[in-house]
């Protein structure tokens, strides 16, 4: 039976594991918060990726009999770039605005990539794609109300995020026609925790232990998160797997509450639910257009 078939046999293995992305990813949120913002945004992030350096000890092999062209440095280095600041931006939204609001404004990341895909892959857009997109931006629009509250620098920092992660995203999609999951990764965590090293130290904070335990748990949650992602796209179509995404909003808002007294905004949660539901719309898109071999899907990662 071809794989595809043996994918839509298993829709119930893929939302499963993508309940448990969702999840784990939503405490990684969860954790950075929890610092507090005493270590800088970057030194934070430069500390979770080192201590996530230990995740990459079944790939060294590999690693180590790596050829690399010029063309293959400069990708690898430039989504390193984009990774890096992207990653800052993030750290610093996560101590300045409330878990569910960080989590809504991740969903544009699979936009922004849609978006960027027509200018630099060449790909074309057609009017319902084009509407999904509009859709989703009134969904960030919804979530940032401007004009009608103050915006918090948090806030900006999400929209960099987004775009830096799709500049990522993108310029992994080009390597992984020629690279295996685990390289991309791997050159990933390392050019990423390469390129913090100098904006951590210009602002070095000694953390405390028990910072280095809630940092070792963030690097931690985030190779799960990765983990069942992978697992999850291997058991169902992107399709299946997609809305359960929406979950994160929902965890998001509960541990935003229960834990960090963060009222439910129901602007915040419509907004999600309109960018979540575009994405979505998206997603079944391209993978009609894949089945079709015009292009590949979007998986919206993080860092």
């Not at 929209?159 to 685990?182: C, N, V």
Request: net charge positive.
């Amino acid at each position: 039976m071809p794989a595809m078939d043996d994918q839509a046999n298993r829709p119930v293995a893929g939302i499963l594991w993508m309940i448990v992305t969702g999840f784990c990813f939503v405490m990684v949120t969860a954790l950075v918060k929890t610092l507090g913002g005493r270590i800088p945004a970057a030194e934070s992030a430069f500390l979770r990726y080192l201590l996530g350096l230990v995740f990459l000890v079944p790939a060294w092999r590999q690693l180590a009999g790596l050829k690399l062209t010029a063309r293959d440095w400069r990708l690898f280095g430039a989504r390193g770039v984009f990774h890096t600041l992207g990653v800052i931006c993030w750290f610093y939204a996560m101590t300045r605005i409330p878990i569910a609001e960080v989590t809504a404004m991740n969903y544009l990341n699979p936009v922004y990539v849609s978006i960027l895909a027509v200018f630099f892959l060449g790909e074309r857009m057609a009017a319902r794609r084009i509407l999904a997109i509009v859709a989703a931006l009134a969904g960030a629009l919804l979530i940032l109300r401007p004009g009608f509250r103050a915006l918090d620098p948090g806030h900006v920092a999400m929209l960099f995020t987004a775009l830096l992660f799709a500049g990522s995203y993108l310029t992994a999609k080009i390597l992984s026609g020629a690279h295996s999951a685990a390289i991309v990764v791997a050159m990933l965590s390392m050019t990423v925790t390469v390129g913090l090293a100098p904006f951590a130290l210009m602002d070095w904070v000694t953390p405390s232990w028990g910072e280095l335990a809630i940092l070792m748990g963030v690097a931690s949650f985030a190779t799960a998160g990765h983990y069942s992602m992978t697992r999850a796209f291997a058991a169902a179509p992107v399709t299946v797997t997609q809305p359960v995404t929406f979950l994160q909003l929902v965890w998001s808002v509960a541990i935003g509450a229960t834990f960090f007294g963060e009222p439910p905004d129901p602007f915040v949660i419509a907004g999600g639910g309109v960018i979540i539901a575009a994405v979505t719309f998206i997603t079944w898109r391209e993978a009609r257009l894949r089945r079709r071999g015009v292009t590949p899907p979007i998986h919206a990662t993080k860092g």
